[in-house]
């Protein structure tokens, strides 16, 4: 049986990590490299790295900050935010990053999942999904995907698109509700179930995370691959070593 991973998201805006509550009310939270060393160090099985405000004019900041990261940090880690094109994930793969998250550019273009996949294998391809429940013009609540960090609505259903990145060849999705985020009220199992049930590759639940007991219904009643959470570690609120006890007791299969 695979292990479930445990993995610290770090939000980054203007080279420091952020944590806010559905998308807002941004607090500083550390350096971002100091942060992933000691993750590392506790026993997180990766890591993910998301300029939240990524713009072409700070993609060499970002770049920077990944060589950094990979000198400091032994386990694998993606990194995410404005990446639109294979000369960007060339670079970030060349300054060291095991993988690459895309979000609002797959929307916008959904061939770039395929011709990503192609040219760097979809192991190394994450395709974000922030979704919120809203309800549609047409008078139906339903889990729609947004984009822009979250600030824009698309057109796309949540199912719907999830279906399709993993057949242009996405290798994992990672999940995020924007209606559980940093609200650390546990994650959108019922949701990461019916993604997880309808998909073949890992899905990385995140969003809610705060306490030990949300990752192990992530896991059971979720089917979740992955956890993913920020605040909760960032501000020491649970001990990764702690929690991967608490869930091996549990029965979840997990790596010490």
Partial sequence: MLTKRIIP?????????????NFVNLRDAGDPVELGAIYAEQGADELVFLDITATVDNRKTLIDLVRNVARNVNIPFTVGGGISSIEDVSALLNAGADKVSINSSAVRRPELINELALQFGSQCIIVAIDTRFIVTENGISEHIVHTHGGRKPTALRTLAWAKEVEERGAGEILLTSMDTDGTKAGFANELTAEISSNSSIPIIASGGAGTMEHFNEVFTVGKADAGLAASIFHFKEIDIIELKEYLREKGIPVRL
Avoid: E, N, P, S
């Fill in 9 to 21: 998201c770090l939000d980054i805006k203007d080279g420091r990590t952020v944590k806010g509550t």
